[in-house]
């Protein structure tokens, strides 16, 4: 089945560690996203990228890094340097970018203790 | 900049009851526009689309028209049901999101 898988689920971690949230797509999409949920809130972008090897600073990029070498995958990095991380984190991919339909991971929910 | 503003929930309906969340959006041209449906604990998933102006998307009982003259995209649907309980959010332009309507649909 072609989709999009984020692991883990649930994500525990101390304050000051980074932290790489993983996101796998087989759907041979181009583009991949970040956003980044709280709760009754809307999504916020922290990341996106078009192509292999590129990526853009969405809306909330600072305290975050991305890397794109493969098509295939997006992993997220929360770097200590996030003053709030502890949120739910969602990728999504796109046949095209910035325009088109997305379809959406199932999340991965981060606490920072 | 383009924008979508939705309303604000949360709704609470109870089982059978007609559904509108209004959804209204500012955009340069006339950009594809989506409702996207979140249960709890999950990702989003597209739940209905128009890629042009007049066309009505529609899915699982739901529907909205693409409305040029209104700038609007309202999700509709005739009779919801308890499984119906979601947020639910607008989606448009570039990358752009609704602020979602927490929808509670009771027995």
């Known amino acids: 089945d072609g989709g999009i898988t984020q692991s883990p689920k649930y994500l525990f971690r101390k304050e000051g560690q980074n932290v790489t949230l993983s996101c796998e797509q087989n759907l041979n999409h181009d583009a991949m996203y970040w956003y980044r949920q709280d709760p009754g809130q809307g999504l916020r972008l922290i990341y996106y990228?078009?192509?292999?090897?590129?990526?853009q600073k969405g809306d909330i990029a600072e305290g975050y890094s991305v890397s794109r070498e493969k098509k295939e995958s997006f992993p997220l990095t929360v770097t200590s340097a996030q003053k709030n991380p502890t949120a739910f984190y969602l990728c999504?991919?796109?046949?095209?970018?910035?325009?088109?339909?997305?379809?959406f991971g199932p999340g991965t929910r981060l606490t920072v203790l | 900049g383009d924008s979508v503003t939705q309303m604000e929930g949360p709704v609470t309906l109870s089982e059978e009851a007609f559904l509108t969340i209004n959804c209204t959006y500012t955009?340069?041209?006339?950009?594809?526009l989506f409702w996207y449906v979140q249960y709890p604990g999950e990702g989003l998933q597209l739940l209905l689309k128009a890629t042009k102006a007049d066309d009505k998307g529609s899915n699982k009982g739901f529907e909205a028209t693409y409305r040029k003259e209104t700038t609007s995209f309202h999700l509709e649907k005739g009779s919801v049901q308890v499984s119906d309980s979601a947020v639910y959010f607008c989606a448009g332009g570039k990358l752009i999101f609704g602020q979602g309507t927490e929808l509670s649909v009771k027995p």
């Open positions: 990228s078009q192509i292999v090897n590129d990526f």
């Open positions: 955009a340069t041209g006339y950009p594809s």
């Open positions: 999504a991919s796109s046949s095209s970018p910035l325009r088109n339909e997305q379809f």
